[in-house]
């Protein structure tokens, strides 16, 4: 059985206005949950708040990218709505 874990960055749904680093804390605790105790071997994760700029989103990515490296697994952030990158034109 191969496990591919879902983490979702502060919860879901999104309520209140939390900070990168806190949505980051959030990812940090599922993550070392879904490998360490687990055995995931890749993490998809939805972060972070459609309402964030892109400077406001680049700390949490960077830290995702971070935490790639920490727990070993490929991470990838999913497009999904109330998310980051959700609304097209922050992408442009």
Do not use: K
């Not at 605790?29 to 993490?43: S, T």
């Not at 949490?60 to 490929?74: K, W």
């Amino acid at each position: 059985l191969v496990i591919i874990g879902m983490l979702h960055s502060a919860g879901y749904p999104v309520h209140g206005q939390r900070s990168a680093q806190e949505h980051l804390a959030s990812l940090r605790r599922q993550a070392e949950a879904a490998v360490g105790e687990m055995g995931a071997v890749m993490l998809n994760i939805h972060a972070g708040r459609d309402a964030w700029t892109v400077d406001e989103a680049i700390p949490l990515l960077a830290g995702i990218a971070d935490l790639e490296v920490e727990v070993g697994v490929p991470c990838v952030v999913e497009t999904h709505r109330q998310r980051l990158f959700w609304n097209p034109w922050q992408t442009r």
